[in-house]
């Protein structure tokens, strides 16, 4: 059974609806007169891309989130070991860089994540005790959050805290890491805590994968996630929405009713959704890029039939802008040796057909 109980959760009311407009704050109106597409776009979805600094000298990469994007996401300007590669210098240059940029441009930011297992400084690792790991992940979080204050409208408070293959595992549902080993499952309410102290302002998110999928190890997913959301509420702690990754494998099914029934349950416990870092996963379509993006054009559709009806998601966000840069095929390349196709705009920055569709639905909606 998953028991998330931290002794030390001050007690709160529950349940507190989140609008689009409280969700983005002042950013909101900032938004309405955003241009996409050199329109002024007076409602629907925002959109946004996850952004690298890395490729920052590359003005199309560039202009690409200027004209595209209401949102940027530091893909992984924000990460733990980028920030404190060694334990307490706090290096801040990249983060602060794309910050500039964004609001120089007039876009909102979120921030991403102050809790992963992945992307630690090897320092991390060395702590074995409570007292230490209750510290640092508390001082990572109050003053990544302190820096940013007012300027970043939500953060991913913990990602992947969900095991890969709960049917694998399921004595333990959460993901079996460093900070589950040292502090027990209460590390998640113990950074919604701190997170929710350090920055009031911003909305606090819990971020995951394999969401939407058709089958019993996503059914499993989506039930332990509401488990958890219901436990951070019991515990009185805010969370005001539950990340989609969105990973989309072309190649899988969605499950369109279950996925819809999950955001409902979320809903009724007043908790929003948000799209944190949809792409496609190809490697296993045959046939070349228009096999590709076809399939890449199902899967998306299938997903956004799951999530927009209803309250819609507070953004919807990609994870990159153009095939030139994504970690997909780093991660999972082709099975045929192909350029996988994950993004909205191709490698020459022309936009897909899914890309075009997915926007005018955001619009509408
Ligand atoms: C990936 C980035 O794309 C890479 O550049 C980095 O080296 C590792 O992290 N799920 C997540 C993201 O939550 O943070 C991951 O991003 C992709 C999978």
Same mark, same amino acid.
């Given at each position: #059974?998953?028991?998330?109980?931290?002794?030390?959760?001050?007690?709160?009311?529950?349940?507190?609806?989140?609008?689009?407009?409280?969700?983005?704050?002042?950013?909101?109106?900032?938004?309405?007169?955003?241009?996409?597409?050199?329109?002024?776009?007076?409602?629907?979805?925002?959109?946004?891309?996850?952004?690298?600094?890395?490729?920052?000298?590359?003005?199309?990469?560039?202009?690409?989130?200027?004209?595209?994007?209401?949102?940027?996401?530091? #893909?992984?300007?924000?990460?733990?070991?980028?920030?404190?590669?060694?334990?307490?210098?706090?290096?801040?240059?990249?983060?602060?860089?794309?910050?500039?940029?964004?609001?120089?441009?007039?876009?909102?930011?979120?921030?991403?994540?102050?809790?992963?297992?992945?992307?630690?400084?090897?320092? $991390?690792?060395?702590?074995?005790? %409570?007292? %230490?790991?209750?510290?640092?992940?508390?001082?990572?979080?109050?003053?990544?959050?302190?820096?940013?204050?007012?300027?970043?409208?939500?953060?991913?408070?913990?990602?992947?805290?969900?095991?890969?293959?709960?049917? %694998?595992?399921?004595?333990?549902?959460?993901?079996?890491?460093?900070?589950?080993?040292?502090?027990?499952?209460?590390?998640?309410?113990?950074?919604?805590?701190?997170?929710?102290?350090?920055?009031?302002?911003?909305?606090?998110?819990?971020?995951?994968?394999?969401? %939407?999928?058709?089958?019993?190890?996503?059914?499993?997913?989506?039930?332990?996630?509401?488990?958890?959301?219901?436990?951070?509420?019991?515990?009185?702690?805010?969370?005001?929405?539950?990340?989609?990754?969105?990973?989309?494998?072309?190649?899988?099914?969605?499950?369109?009713?279950?996925?819809?029934?999950?955001?409902?349950?979320?809903?009724?416990?007043?908790?929003?959704?948000?799209?944190?870092?949809?792409?496609?996963?190809?490697?296993?379509?045959?046939?070349?890029?228009?096999?590709?993006?076809?399939?890449?054009?199902?899967?998306?559709?299938?997903?956004?039939?799951?999530?927009?009806?209803?309250?819609?998601?507070?953004?919807?966000?990609?994870?990159?802008?153009?095939?030139?840069?994504?970690?997909?095929?780093?991660?999972?390349?082709?099975?045929?040796?192909?350029?996988?196709?994950?993004?909205? $705009?191709?490698?020459?920055?022309?936009?897909?057909?899914?890309?075009?569709?997915?926007?005018?639905? $955001?619009?509408?909606?």
């Amino acid at each position: #059974m998953l028991d998330l109980s931290d002794a030390a959760c001050v007690r709160k009311p529950r349940g507190r609806r989140l609008t689009r407009r409280a969700f983005l704050g002042a950013g909101a109106a900032a938004l309405a007169l955003q241009p996409a597409h050199g329109q002024i776009v007076p409602r629907g979805i925002p959109f946004g891309a996850a952004i690298q600094t890395d490729f920052f000298d590359d003005a199309a990469y560039r202009q690409a989130f200027i004209d595209e994007c209401d949102i940027v996401l530091p #893909m992984n300007e924000f990460k733990f070991g980028l920030v404190q590669w060694e334990r307490g210098k706090f290096d801040f240059t990249n983060a602060d860089r794309l910050v500039d940029f964004a609001q120089q441009h007039g876009k909102t930011v979120r921030g991403q994540p102050f809790v992963w297992h992945l992307t630690n400084g090897p320092w $991390l690792e060395t702590i074995d005790n %409570e007292r %230490e790991a209750t510290a640092v992940l508390t001082e990572h979080i109050e003053r990544t959050a302190d820096r940013f204050k007012g300027r970043i409208t939500d953060w991913d408070v913990v990602n992947e805290v969900i095991t890969h293959d709960p049917l %694998e595992s399921p004595s333990a549902p959460l993901r079996d890491t460093f900070w589950l080993r040292t502090l027990g499952p209460r590390y998640i309410p113990l950074a919604f805590r701190v997170a929710a102290d350090a920055d009031p302002t911003a909305k606090l998110v819990i971020n995951d994968y394999d969401l %939407e999928f058709v089958g019993e190890s996503y059914n499993a997913r989506r039930d332990i996630m509401l488990s958890i959301v219901r436990q951070l509420q019991d515990a009185h702690l805010r969370v005001d929405a539950v990340g989609f990754q969105a990973h989309l494998y072309a190649h899988q099914k969605i499950d369109v009713e279950a996925t819809a029934r999950f955001k409902e349950e979320l809903r009724r416990l007043g908790v929003g959704i948000i799209v944190t870092e949809l792409d496609v996963i190809d490697f296993q379509i045959q046939g070349g890029p228009e096999a590709q993006d076809e399939a890449a054009q199902v899967v998306v559709s299938d997903f956004l039939d799951a999530v927009l009806p209803g309250a819609p998601p507070l953004a919807v966000i990609t994870w990159g802008i153009t095939d030139r840069h994504s970690w997909v095929d780093g991660a999972m390349p082709h099975a045929d040796g192909l350029p996988s196709r994950p993004l909205p $705009l191709d490698a020459n920055d022309r936009p897909k057909d899914w890309y075009l569709k997915m926007r005018s639905r $955001l619009s509408a909606s």
